[in-house]
C-alpha cells in the first residue's frame, strides 16, 4: 500500500473537511437535482454539492458578507429572508430545500417548513437539539442558559431564538397544516456520529446532538 498516495487522495476529495451534517445531506440529494439551499451562510455546503453530487445549486442568504463570500466562491446567491422573502418562490421550483442549523433561528418556523414543503419535491431540516443531555445538565446543575461547543452563544447573544428538541420538531411535522412525511430522520451523538436506526425517539432525544430529516409534501 502507498501511504503517501492514500493520503494525498484523501486530502483531496471533495467535502472531507465538511462538517459533518453537511455531509449527510450531501448524501440525500439526488445527483443533479435543482438544489436552494436556505440560509447559505459562507456556502459550504452548496460548494459541496457542486463538488460532489454535480447539482443545480442557488442559495439564499441573509448577511451581505455570507452574499459576499459565496459570489467570490463562484456560487450562485442571493440577499434574503427565509421569514419574508420564501413566498416568493413558485410551487415546484427546485427538487430539494435545504434548510440546515437555521430553523430555530427564524421567526416563524411553522411557516418557513411549509413554504420549504411547498417550494421543493422534498425539504432537508437539519437542528441542534435543546433536548440533549449535556444542555438538560448545565439548567439543572448551574441554573444557568446552556452554553456548550456546539451551541456557543450567550443568552443575550444568540441567533437561536426558537429553542426546540427533537421530539418538538418531529411533532411539527405530524401537524395538519403543515403537511409533511418524514422520509429519512438522522440523529447524530456529540461526537458526530450516527445513532442507532432503532433507537426510540425519547433516546435521540436525549443524546442526540442534532439530526438531520428528509421530508416530503403529503
Not at 451534517?21 to 452548496?46: F, K, N, T, W, Y
Not at 411533532?171 to 450516527?194: C, F, H, R, S, Y
Amino acid at each position: 500500500m502507498n501511504v503517501h498516495s492514500d493520503v494525498a487522495q484523501a486530502a483531496n476529495t471533495p467535502g472531507r473537511d465538511a462538517r459533518v451534517d453537511l455531509r449527510l445531506i450531501a448524501e440525500l440529494v439526488e445527483p443533479g437535482s435543482r438544489v436552494l439551499d436556505v440560509g447559505c451562510g459562507e456556502g459550504q455546503l452548496l460548494q459541496l454539492l457542486a463538488e460532489t453530487r454535480g447539482v443545480d445549486a442557488r442559495g439564499i442568504e441573509l448577511s451581505q458578507k455570507g452574499v459576499n463570500d459565496c459570489v467570490a466562491r463562484g456560487l450562485s446567491v442571493i440577499q434574503g429572508d427565509a421569514d419574508r422573502d420564501l413566498v416568493f418562490y413558485p410551487d415546484d421550483s427546485f427538487d430539494y430545500v435545504i434548510l440546515s442549523q437555521t430553523l430555530q433561528a427564524t421567526q416563524r418556523p411553522k411557516d418557513v417548513l411549509r413554504h420549504l414543503l411547498r417550494i421543493g419535491r422534498r425539504a432537508i431540516v437539519s437542528l441542534p437539539n435543546f433536548g440533549h443531555y449535556g444542555i438538560r445538565a448545565q439548567l439543572v446543575l448551574r441554573g444557568r442558559m446552556p452554553k456548550t461547543s456546539f451551541l456557543n452563544y450567550s443568552w443575550y447573544d444568540t441567533p437561536n431564538i426558537h429553542f426546540c428538541t427533537i421530539r418538538d420538531f418531529v411533532e411539527l411535522t405530524k401537524e395538519p397544516d403543515v403537511g409533511a412525511i418524514m422520509e429519512k430522520a438522522i440523529a447524530l451523538n456529540a461526537w458526530g456520529q450516527k445513532m442507532s436506526l432503532n433507537a426510540p425517539w425519547w433516546f435521540w432525544n436525549l443524546f442526540g446532538e442534532q439530526a438531520v430529516f428528509l421530508l416530503r409534501r403529503a
